[in-house]
């Protein structure tokens, strides 16, 4: 491939990345606001109304014999965060396949620091509440990592974080978000309906169908996701996870195509999912409501574990697996990022916020004490690891220069050709008079 192809294909490559995180420090401003109104909402004289048309409210939708009825919290929850999660797999499968993810050594350093940064506060979490079985459910609240508001937060310090730790805080919030799925998938899904499944596998053979087939039409897709999502909700796993499946059979790229079916959806879904639909889950979910509330629920089992899961678990794990993958030799430090940025962006990992609360929500369905506990522990939790991750980040990276104007000489002016001038012909010598004979 010429040099030239190359540079154009690595600077549009910078180019989307920046566009992306752009996109997500506006939206993660959006979805601050949103929860900070549920919360003062929740705790207004509107605070009954809040909770009624959330959690009593009743949606039917049927097509002939199909129909699902939930409250609005579930047609959030279920419906639109199957939006979420479909965009969440189609970043996953094109940073996989042509991303920041798309080698071992590209993956491996994110991939190993995600790893830690979701078993150590999962294992704080067990052992602050070792011996109460009914808190046992919130085991996965604190592996999570809100990519929207970390990344939103970061821009606050412009160009003192330099782009390298920006992907790789985005791609430790990818490998996270892929371990939440796994998790959602085999330890948050209720009793099992064969015959929903058994449909739901003839729909996923359908994509796979039309993914060898070649087909570059979302609609088709889109309809059989639908199809996929109504199966899976009926047969007791998270509904969610019927977005991440169908994302992984839109085409990246076929051959002949301009138009890259995958990229494209992912960059249209983006406004959407980051200006309407994490916004409206996170005002339906913040609203924790500080009612009877003491001092004593700060001090639970539940509320602390979400706290110390993540505000010391992230940083301890990430940063903590960061250092041992680095020293063993699996992995290199990506260059222009030192020690005291990677706590920093350990620290803001902790930011949990939208997955925390999705997966709180799973955990204590039946339970909602703990959950307004979890939910306290996570509002809590971010908060502190907000604060901590941008003073590390802004005592340790250092303040851009200012750009000097550099005054470049003017072109020196190519002298004129001098056109030879033209000879003025010849004039005849004049004819010598003769002398006049002497008489």
């Given at each position: 491939?010429?040099?030239?192809?190359?540079?154009?294909?690595?600077?549009?490559?910078?180019?989307?990345?920046?566009?992306?995180?752009?996109?997500?420090?506006?939206?993660?401003?959006?979805?601050?606001?949103?929860?900070?109104?549920?919360?003062?909402?929740?705790?207004?004289?509107?605070?009954?109304?809040?909770?009624?048309?959330?959690?009593?409210?009743?949606?039917?939708?049927?097509?002939?014999?199909?129909?699902?009825?939930?409250?609005?919290?579930?047609?959030?929850?279920?419906?639109?965060?199957?939006?979420?999660?479909?965009?969440?797999?189609?970043?996953?499968?094109?940073?996989?396949?042509?991303?920041?993810?798309?080698?071992?050594?590209?993956?491996?350093?994110?991939?190993?620091?995600?790893?830690?940064?979701?078993?150590?506060?999962?294992?704080?979490?067990?052992?602050?509440?070792?011996?109460?079985?009914?808190?046992?459910?919130?085991?996965?609240?604190?592996?999570?990592?809100?990519?929207?508001?970390?990344?939103?937060?970061?821009?606050?310090?412009?160009?003192?974080?330099?782009?390298?730790?920006?992907?790789?805080?985005?791609?430790?919030?990818?490998?996270?978000?892929?371990?939440?799925?796994?998790?959602?998938?085999?330890?948050?899904?209720?009793?099992?309906?064969?015959?929903?499944?058994?449909?739901?596998?003839?729909?996923?053979?359908?994509?796979?169908?039309?993914?060898?087939?070649?087909?570059?039409?979302?609609?088709?897709?889109?309809?059989?996701?639908?199809?996929?999502?109504?199966?899976?909700?009926?047969?007791?796993?998270?509904?969610?996870?019927?977005?991440?499946?169908?994302?992984?059979?839109?085409?990246?790229?076929?051959?002949?195509?301009?138009?890259?079916?995958?990229?494209?959806?992912?960059?249209?879904?983006?406004?959407?999912?980051?200006?309407?639909?994490?916004?409206?889950?996170?005002?339906?979910?913040?609203?924790?409501?500080?009612?009877?509330?003491?001092?004593?629920?700060?001090?639970?089992?539940?509320?602390?574990?979400?706290?110390?899961?993540?505000?010391?678990?992230?940083?301890?794990?990430?940063?903590?697996?960061?250092?041992?993958?680095?020293?063993?030799?699996?992995?290199?430090?990506?260059?222009?990022?030192?020690?005291?940025?990677?706590?920093?962006?350990?620290?803001?990992?902790?930011?949990?916020?939208?997955?925390?609360?999705?997966?709180?929500?799973?955990?204590?369905?039946?339970?909602?004490?703990?959950?307004?506990?979890?939910k306290l522990g996570i509002l809590v939790g971010s908060l502190f690891s907000t604060i901590a991750g941008l003073t590390i980040l802004y005592f340790s990276s250092k303040k851009p220069e200012p750009e000097v104007a550099i005054a470049t000489p003017a072109?020196?002016?190519?002298?004129?050709?001098?056109?030879?001038?033209?000879?003025?012909?010849?004039?005849?010598?004049?004819?010598?008079?003769?002398?006049?004979?002497?008489?």
């Amino acid at each position: 491939m010429p040099i030239k192809q190359v540079q154009e294909a690595s600077q549009k490559t910078v180019d989307m990345l920046q566009e992306f995180l752009k996109m997500e420090a506006a939206g993660g401003i959006v979805l601050l606001i949103c929860a900070l109104l549920a919360l003062v909402i929740a705790n207004s004289p509107l605070g009954h109304t809040y909770h009624h048309i959330f959690h009593d409210l009743k949606l039917l939708v049927a097509v002939g014999p199909f129909e699902v009825n939930k409250d609005l919290i579930h047609w959030i929850n279920d419906g639109l965060m199957a939006i979420f999660f479909f965009l969440v797999g189609l970043e996953i499968k094109r940073e996989l396949m042509e991303g920041s993810l798309n080698s071992r050594e590209k993956a491996i350093l994110p991939l190993i620091a995600a790893f830690g940064g979701m078993v150590i506060p999962a294992g704080i979490y067990v052992f602050q509440n070792q011996g109460n079985p009914e808190a046992m459910p919130g085991w996965a609240v604190p592996m999570a990592t809100d990519i929207a508001f970390a990344v939103g937060l970061l821009a606050i310090l412009g160009k003192r974080v330099p782009l390298a730790l920006k992907v790789f805080l985005l791609a430790v919030a990818i490998f996270d978000d892929l371990g939440a799925i796994i998790v959602i998938a085999l330890f948050y899904s209720g009793n099992l309906a064969v015959d929903s499944l058994l449909w739901g596998l003839v729909f996923i053979a359908g994509l796979f169908m039309v993914n060898r087939l070649r087909v570059n039409s979302a609609s088709i897709y889109v309809v059989l996701g639908i199809c996929l999502w109504f199966c899976v909700l009926k047969s007791g796993v998270h509904a969610t996870l019927a977005g991440v499946v169908t994302a992984l059979f839109i085409p990246l790229q076929i051959k002949g195509e301009r138009r890259s079916l995958l990229k494209s959806l992912e960059h249209d879904l983006h406004y959407l999912v980051a200006f309407m639909v994490l916004p409206i889950f996170a005002f339906a979910n913040a609203g924790v409501s500080f009612e009877g509330l003491s001092m004593e629920i700060m001090w639970d089992t539940v509320t602390l574990g979400v706290i110390a899961g993540l505000f010391i678990g992230k940083q301890i794990g990430i940063f903590g697996a960061t250092w041992l993958a680095v020293k063993a030799g699996f992995a290199k430090l990506p260059s222009g990022i030192n020690w005291a940025q990677i706590w920093g962006v350990s620290a803001m990992a902790g930011i949990g916020f939208t997955m925390s609360l999705f997966i709180a929500s799973l955990g204590f369905r039946d339970n909602p004490l703990y959950l307004n506990e979890a939910k306290l522990g996570i509002l809590v939790g971010s908060l502190f690891s907000t604060i901590a991750g941008l003073t590390i980040l802004y005592f340790s990276s250092k303040k851009p220069e200012p750009e000097v104007a550099i005054a470049t000489p003017a072109p020196k002016a190519k002298p004129a050709k001098k056109t030879p001038a033209k000879k003025a012909p010849a004039k005849k010598p004049a004819a010598k008079r003769k002398a006049p004979a002497k008489k």
